[in-house]
């Protein structure tokens, strides 16, 4: 089934509806977070204050010779689409659009001479989505069965955010909390950090897990003191401590923490540096983005490389979209799934999803459906050119 055409696009969701008030604002919108530019005190205050690039979001829209057409979401609008529109579509429009292995390595190839990584790896991924959405919808069948069926029924999520008490009422018992202080704020923000941990630790009891994302705000010595501190609160996982790049000190914090669970991987990009992390034992669990690290492709090869170690493969805010539900299910070595919840509290959760119809969390499980593709549910009609 050859490819017809590869836009790039907008997609114009119906907006928003909450049948309820929230009770207060999101941890999402008013709570510092610990993070690579905490040094700088005019960005410090909010994550949003230096990565707001205005660049957005941005759709591939692959459309096949039978007309079947299928969607794939990534971030970072305008130079993405440049990518997408000036090298990569030209060069697959008459490629067989059910290759999507071949596709993945000519993209993989051909973005060498100014780097896969960073944002080509995004425009790969929003391409590799949208060629499975459509080869799904093609052969009238959901994207997991096309992955060889799924693996489990339901799927156990961790909550992601700091509103703990609305996550419980929700029926979450794993929770990850964004980590409001790093290096920059000295002992007093260590010491800041360990009360956060026992404040929730008391709140949510002995039966509930606690993971700590830090959001490449550390370096080795801060995340040792940390992780020893934090001891007696049993933290299940330390999440993405250290600036991504720095293989020489993930080397050196698996070797002073050989007792802590680490993970790390949303700002990986390819399968490279995932097979170089399995080979030299430097994390526990891989945690790529499948709109970010190549798509789908990328991260069915990830998977089964952690399963050949022994590792395991939890994917970055998973359950945010149908993709990474899809990938979840069908894999032996994903556990759970990352459920980001950055609505305000009291917004019911079958409210709070960014697509009309997506599968959402009931009392700490998801469960999905079997439309064909990816099953985003978005109407032809919704679609637009691109607009930066």
Same mark, same amino acid.
Not at 102 to 131: E, N, P, Q, V
Not at 132 to 140: C, F, I, P, T, V
Not at 260 to 265: D, E
């Given at each position: 089934?050859?490819?017809?055409?590869?836009?790039?696009?907008?997609?114009?969701?119906?907006?928003?509806?909450?049948?309820?008030?929230?009770?207060?604002?999101?941890?999402?919108?008013?709570?510092?977070?610990?993070?690579?530019?905490?040094?700088?005190?005019?960005?410090?205050?909010?994550?949003?204050?230096?990565?707001?690039?205005?660049?957005?979001?941005?759709?591939?829209?692959?459309?096949?010779?039978?007309?079947?057409?299928?969607?794939?979401?990534?971030?970072?609008?305008?130079?993405?689409?440049?990518?997408?529109?000036?090298?990569?579509?030209?060069?697959?429009?008459?490629?067989?659009?059910?290759?999507?292995?071949?596709?993945?390595?000519?993209?993989? @190839?051909?973005?060498?001479?100014?780097?896969? /990584? $960073?944002?080509?790896? +995004?425009?790969?991924?929003?391409?590799?989505? *949208? &060629?499975?959405?459509?080869?799904?919808?093609?052969?009238?069948?959901?994207?997991?069965?096309?992955?060889?069926?799924?693996?489990?029924?339901?799927?156990?999520?961790?909550?992601?955010?700091?509103?703990?008490?609305?996550?419980?009422?929700?029926?979450?018992?794993?929770?990850?909390?964004?980590?409001?202080?790093?290096?920059?704020?000295?002992?007093?923000?260590?010491?800041?950090?360990?009360?956060?941990?026992?404040?929730?630790?008391?709140?949510?009891?002995?039966?509930?897990?606690?993971?700590?994302?830090?959001?490449?705000?550390?370096d080795v010595d801060y995340t040792v003191r940390l992780a020893e501190a934090l001891r007696?609160?049993?933290?299940?996982?330390?999440?993405?401590?250290?600036?991504?790049?720095?293989?020489?000190?993930?080397?050196?914090?698996?070797? @002073?923490?050989?007792?802590?669970?680490?993970? /790390? $991987?949303?700002?990986? +990009?390819?399968?490279?540096?995932?097979?170089? *992390? &399995?080979?030299?034992?430097?994390?526990?669990?891989?945690?790529?983005?499948?709109?970010?690290?190549?798509?789908?492709?990328?991260?069915?090869?990830?998977?089964?490389?952690?399963?050949?170690?022994?590792?395991?493969?939890?994917?970055?805010?998973?359950?945010?979209?149908?993709?990474g539900q899809h990938f979840s299910f069908a894999m032996a070595a994903v556990p759970w799934?990352?459920?980001?919840?950055?609505?305000?509290?009291?917004?019911?959760?079958?409210?709070?999803?960014?697509?009309?119809?997506?599968?959402?969390?009931?009392?700490?499980?998801?469960?999905?459906?079997?439309?064909?593709?990816?099953?985003?549910?978005?109407?032809e009609s919704w679609i637009e050119p691109y607009a930066s």
């Open positions: 089934m050859k490819i017809t055409s590869i836009d790039v696009v907008n997609v114009k969701l119906p907006p928003r509806e909450f049948s309820v008030a929230p009770r207060r604002e999101s941890w999402n919108e008013t709570d510092e977070v610990a993070n690579p530019m905490s040094w700088y005190s005019h960005v410090k205050r909010h994550r949003s204050l230096w990565t707001n690039t205005g660049w957005g979001q941005v759709w591939a829209k692959v459309t096949l010779e039978d007309g079947t057409w299928g969607l794939g979401s990534t971030m970072h609008g305008r130079p993405v689409a440049a990518i997408i529109e000036d090298h990569l579509a030209p060069q697959l429009v008459g490629q067989d659009g059910f290759a999507i292995e071949r596709l993945a390595d000519m993209m993989f @190839r051909m973005t060498k001479f100014y780097g896969s /990584t $960073g944002l080509a790896s +995004y425009a790969i991924s929003a391409i590799d989505l *949208a &060629l499975w959405d459509a080869k799904g919808k093609a052969l009238d069948q959901p994207v997991y069965s096309l992955l060889g069926g799924k693996l489990k029924e339901r799927i156990y999520c961790y909550s992601t955010g700091n509103d703990i008490d609305w996550y419980q009422a929700v029926g979450f018992s794993a929770h990850k909390l964004a980590c409001p202080y790093g290096p920059a704020d000295g002992l007093d923000g260590l010491r800041k950090n360990v009360e956060l941990i026992a404040k929730t630790r008391e709140q949510v009891g002995d039966a509930c897990e606690i993971m700590l994302d830090c959001w490449m705000a550390f007696p609160y049993r933290v299940k996982w330390i999440e993405e401590c250290l600036i991504p790049e720095d293989f020489a000190a993930h080397a050196e914090l698996r070797a @002073r923490l050989p007792w802590q669970t680490l993970t /790390t $991987g949303e700002h990986w +990009y390819t399968h490279v540096p995932f097979q170089y *992390a &399995l080979k030299h034992d430097l994390v526990d669990i891989l945690q790529p983005d499948i709109e970010w690290v190549g798509g789908l492709t990328t991260c069915i090869k990830i998977a089964h490389a952690a399963e050949a170690a022994g590792k395991k493969v939890i994917l970055h805010a998973g359950a945010r979209t149908p993709y799934i990352e459920y980001f919840i950055g609505a305000p509290p009291g917004i019911p959760l079958s409210e709070s999803t960014w697509l009309p119809g997506m599968a959402y969390a009931v009392d700490g499980w998801l469960e999905i459906a079997d439309a064909p593709g990816f099953g985003l549910g978005i109407e």
